[in-house]
Nanobody, 122 residues
């Protein structure tokens, strides 16, 4: 059973950066696409970025293009989300998901992490 654990969240000032990590255990991550999602209070969960199992294909929500970078290291069973130029609208709980396919629809994913809080505030 694949298990995912996110880390790296925290409080950051507007314009700052954070890197989130998603560590997998229980199964190899090689065969899974990874998606990052976020949910702000009172809002629906939205897709932020996704990456194919090999890492050769990525996709981003328009709101984060040019600011966020998704990557993965299958040898370390870990995926990452580098977030730059953060603004208050980026605040929320960020979740790492995995499935055999990948995309920005949260309902496509079978495996979910517990989430990590990101707060962008001065």
């Amino acid at each position: 059973q694949l298990q995912l654990v996110e880390s790296g969240g925290g409080l950051v000032q507007p314009g700052g950066s954070l890197t989130l990590s998603c560590a997998a255990s229980g199964s190899t991550l090689d065969y899974y696409g990874i998606g990052w999602f976020r949910q702000a209070p009172g809002k629906e969960r939205e897709g932020v970025s996704c990456i194919s199992s090999s890492g050769s294909s990525t996709n981003y929500a328009d709101s984060v293009k040019g600011r966020f970078t998704i990557s993965r290291d299958n040898a370390k069973h870990t995926a990452y989300l580098q977030m730059n130029s953060l603004n208050p609208e980026d605040t929320g709980v960020y979740y790492c998901n995995a499935d055999e396919s990948y995309g920005l629809d949260p309902f496509e994913y079978a495996y979910w992490g517990q989430g990590t809080q990101v707060t962008v505030s001065s």
